[in-house]
């Protein structure tokens, strides 16, 4: 006889298990709540335009070896493509030569896209810790790289710049850290730590560097995480598998 075992997810569930000789394999689907990208000047701490991925698709096979003492993620993230538009206008004061310095004035239109795609990850085996009870701890962190695509048009003295430009934002993601075993192996239950958040802060210098003939100069910005982003999992989704046998 072979064992199943299934997984459900707060936000979504259903899924398959499979059983070894001293490895439990659960494996689950769900819909989480995504994860985006701010560009602004760095030190200013307020973005000029953000996007936030809408849907994000995590497909999880958790291994436990209880020879071993470890645990195991290893699947996909699949991040839908986004799109947002941001403005703003500054004076500048400028001096060109052989003129004084004077004020001029430049509108930039930024568009910021996250081009979305499939990221395959593994954890590899970890350690599992003794946290008390029926809690145990391990290292679920795994890193991917998304891109996106930031455009920008300046207009100032008459004349419009205009470029864009490509960047990976470096993202350290943690779906699960802790679980309790106290059904194992008829079940187990998945939770975030609660103690960090899920994304980790990277900047980007996006190495934008445009002087219009007038003196005005836009430079200076920077991707980072979004902060309403950095909880992906904060609200507590919840893997939990389940037992059932198959004849």
């Not at 958790?62 to 020879?67: P, R, S």
Request: charged letters at 5%; aromatic letters at 10%.
């Amino acid at each position: 006889m072979k064992a199943v075992r299934t997984i459900a997810v707060a936000i979504c569930f259903a899924i398959i298990g499979i059983t070894a000789t001293e490895a439990q394999v659960y494996q689950f689907n769900a819909n989480l709540s995504g994860f985006g990208v701010g560009v602004g000047f760095q030190n200013q701490g307020q973005n000029l335009v953000d996007t936030i991925s809408p849907n994000v698709t995590v497909s999880d096979t958790v291994t436990i070896n209880q020879g071993a003492g470890t645990i195991e993620e290893s699947g996909t993230l699949t991040v839908a493509p986004n799109t947002s538009t941001g403005n703003f206008q500054e004076t500048q004061n400028v001096a060109v030569f052989p003129n004084p310095p004077s004020s001029v004035t430049g509108t930039v239109q930024l568009s910021l896209s996250s081009l979305g795609g499939v990221y395959g990850f593994d954890t590899g085996p970890q350690t599992l810790v003794f946290a008390g009870g029926t809690i145990w701890n391990f290292n679920g962190f795994f890193n991917i790289n998304v891109p996106y695509t930031l455009t920008y048009s300046l207009l100032t003295g008459g004349a419009t710049y205009s470029g864009s430009t490509g960047f990976s934002m470096p993202v350290s993601v943690d779906l699960f850290s802790t679980v309790d075993i106290g059904g194992y192996p008829n079940s187990i239950q998945m939770n975030p730590d609660p103690k960090h958040s899920n994304f980790s802060d990277s900047v980007v210098n996006l190495g934008v560097n445009v002087a219009a003939a007038n003196g005005f100069l836009l430079n200076g910005l920077v991707a980072t995480p979004e902060p309403s982003s950095l909880m992906l999992l904060a609200v507590g989704i919840v893997a939990i598998g389940m037992w059932k046998s198959r004849r």
